[in-house]
């Protein structure tokens, strides 16, 4: 019997929906386009829903205050890293002192990774820099802070927020059609490999993997080395029961994780800060990539655990509502720090299954 998975917030439960739905508002924290000045953005995704934004660009002007909500008194606030070093300073210094009572603070759109810099395209945050992050997190106002690319497990006020799907073309406010897959159960146990590598020090770690796959995973894995097409990516995740996710950027295995999910496949990340947000679906979370985490053994086990989470309609209608942006901004607005910590409190959420590692 499937039972409802318990829900934070004020009710106590939500009923699994039997129908699988057709489509769904995909979660989306990403803001475009880049490069052509902060008020060039197009506010949307879940930074649509919140009452001021702060925009942010490497181009003239940097930054930029939106207020989508007029008053002294913003219930979220949206802060683009797009620039993130202008971004925090024009937020601590010009738009935190306009603030009146309580907000919550979601920050996002860039690889950037808080509260400390681990991105390679950019550089660690100044001792200024660290200090104003420390100044925000201990301002009574702050109820929470929700972020992409969260570089701790859990502490104070942070909340792991996944990245979603990213629309550098638009499109973030249609809904995202749900494809037709083949039952997880019936797929071949093999893992998809197939990542873009480029020159910089940001894709070793998929170096590293990919070598894995031809060295010791042969034998149960697909390993494209040349960049795929979209539609062929796709294509590949409707025939495979897992895919490696590895970071290229950021610690965020999104949007491919989201694909994976979408199109019925399997995703295997690495822990990392955001453990906390992606155990609330059917993924792997290992902890290094090496033969022994990625054993025939394992993916058997894995498969048969988390295949019903893909197969049964029930279920699969409840995955794909933790793909929206209504179910993740209910997170947002439900989180409280006062009462348990961002993993533990996310973790309540989770459908029943074992989503960790193995």
Same mark, same amino acid.
């Given at each position: 019997m499937?039972?409802?998975?318990?829900h934070?917030g004020?009710?106590?439960?939500?009923?699994?929906?039997?129908a699988?739905?057709?489509?769904?508002q995909?979660?989306?924290t990403?803001l475009?386009?880049?490069g052509?000045?902060a008020?060039?953005?197009?506010i949307?995704?879940? #930074? #649509?829903?919140?009452d001021?934004?702060?925009?942010s660009?490497?181009q003239?002007p940097?930054?930029?205050?939106?207020?989508q909500?007029?008053g002294?008194?913003?219930?979220?606030?949206?802060?683009?890293?797009r620039?993130?070093?202008a971004a925090?300073?024009?937020?601590?210094s010009?738009v935190?002192?306009?603030?009146?009572?309580?907000f919550?603070?979601?920050s996002?759109?860039?690889?950037?990774?808080v509260?400390t810099?681990?991105?390679q395209r950019?550089?660690?945050f100044?001792?200024?820099?660290?200090?104003?992050?420390?100044?925000?997190?201990?301002?009574?106002?702050?109820?929470?802070?929700?972020?992409?690319?969260?570089?701790m497990?859990s502490?104070?006020?942070w909340m792991?927020?996944?990245?979603?799907?990213?629309?550098?073309?638009g499109?973030?406010?249609?809904p995202?059609?749900?494809?037709?897959?083949?039952?997880?159960?019936s797929?071949?146990?093999?893992?998809?490999?197939a990542?873009?590598?480029?020159e910089?020090?940001?894709?070793?770690?998929?170096r590293q993997?990919?070598?894995?796959?031809?060295?010791?995973?042969?034998?149960?894995s697909?390993?494209?080395e040349e960049?795929?097409?979209?539609?062929m990516?796709?294509r590949?995740?409707?025939m495979h029961?897992?895919?490696?996710?590895?970071?290229?950027g950021?610690?965020?295995?999104?949007?491919?994780?989201?694909? #994976?999910?979408?199109?019925?496949?399997i995703?295997?990340?690495r822990s990392?800060?955001?453990?906390g947000?992606?155990?609330?679906?059917p993924?792997?979370?290992?902890?290094?990539?090496?033969?022994?985490?990625l054993?025939l053994?394992?993916?058997?086990?894995?498969?048969?655990?988390?295949?019903?989470?893909f197969?049964?309609?029930?279920?699969?209608?409840?995955v794909l509502?933790r793909?929206?942006?209504?179910?993740?901004?209910q997170?947002?607005?439900?989180?409280?720090?006062?009462?348990?910590?961002?993993?533990?409190?996310?973790?309540? #959420?989770?459908?029943?299954?074992?989503?960790r590692r193995?």
């Open positions: 499937v039972t409802a998975p318990k934070v004020k009710s106590s439960a939500r009923t699994l929906v039997s699988v739905p057709t489509e769904i995909i979660h989306s990403r475009f386009p880049k052509s000045g008020d060039a953005y197009r949307t995704g879940i #930074a #649509a829903r919140c001021w934004v702060v925009l660009d490497e003239s940097q930054t930029v205050l939106v207020k909500r007029q002294p008194s913003p219930r979220h606030i949206f802060l683009s890293m620039q993130p070093f925090l300073e024009f937020f601590h010009q935190l002192p306009r603030v009146e009572g309580r919550r603070l979601i996002g759109s860039e690889d950037i990774t509260p810099q681990l991105d950019w550089r660690a100044h001792a200024s820099e660290q200090k104003i992050i420390e100044q925000i997190l201990d301002d009574s106002r702050l109820m929470s802070w929700a972020a992409e690319n969260l570089s497990q502490d104070r006020h792991p927020l996944p990245l979603g799907l990213t629309f550098p073309e499109g973030s406010e249609d995202v059609r749900v494809p037709s897959c083949q039952p997880q159960s797929r071949p146990l093999r893992v998809l490999c990542h873009r590598v480029r910089g020090k940001q894709w070793n770690l998929r993997i990919t070598k894995l796959c031809q060295d010791e995973l042969p034998a149960w697909s390993l494209y960049e795929v097409s979209a539609p990516f796709e590949l995740l409707r029961a897992f895919v490696i996710c590895g970071a290229g950021g610690l965020d295995p999104s949007p491919k994780a989201w694909l #994976a999910l979408l199109h019925g496949a995703p295997i990340l990392s800060g955001l453990d947000a992606y155990r609330q679906l993924v792997v979370i290992v902890s290094d990539w090496n033969s022994e985490e054993s053994e394992r993916l058997r086990s894995w498969q048969a655990t988390l295949a019903p989470w197969d049964e309609p029930q279920r699969r209608a409840e509502h793909l929206s942006i209504d179910y993740w901004w997170m947002v607005n439900s989180h409280d720090p006062n009462q348990v910590d961002s993993q533990s409190q996310l973790t309540q #959420a989770q459908p029943k299954g074992d989503y193995q």
